[in-house]
């Protein structure tokens, strides 16, 4: 049944800077309303996962990043949707970061992403962190 369900592709950075790691609040209007991610957004037709995040990250958040390494993929069923994220750790943020989309962001230490509300899809980016810091 899963099968028929849209499946989505969405790049998502986890930007390292100073120790920290940045999270973002969906708004209460997006899907998964007031849950936490880690900003990007869907790969349009014939773009990269790393170009995706770079037009996101300046659309959503008026900000550039170099993107480094990627992580593995992670892919989950919402009852409306699958979505695969496509994560990469990017860092030398560029720009001073404005909120187009989202209704707050903060900078955490890795060790204290969890106490957040995130959306289902990221925990598993979360679990992989402890592996890769």
Known sequence: MSDLLPHIHVACAV???????LATQRS?????????????????????????????????????????????????????????????FCDSLEGTMILHEHSAACWLPPHELPNLDWAEADWPIISQLAHHL
């Not at 930007?15 to 790691?21: Q, R």
């Not at 480094?68 to 409306?80: D, E, I, N, R």
């Open 28 to 88: 209460a209007t997006m899907s998964l309303p007031l849950k936490w991610e880690f900003p990007g957004g869907k790969l349009e037709e014939g773009e990269s996962p790393e170009q995706c995040l770079q037009r996101e990250l300046q659309e959503e958040l008026a900000i550039s990043v170099r993107v480094g390494q990627a992580l593995p993929l992670a892919t989950h069923s919402y009852p409306a949707f699958k979505v695969t994220l496509y994560p990469f």
């Open 15 to 21: 930007i390292k800077m100073d120790g920290l790691i």
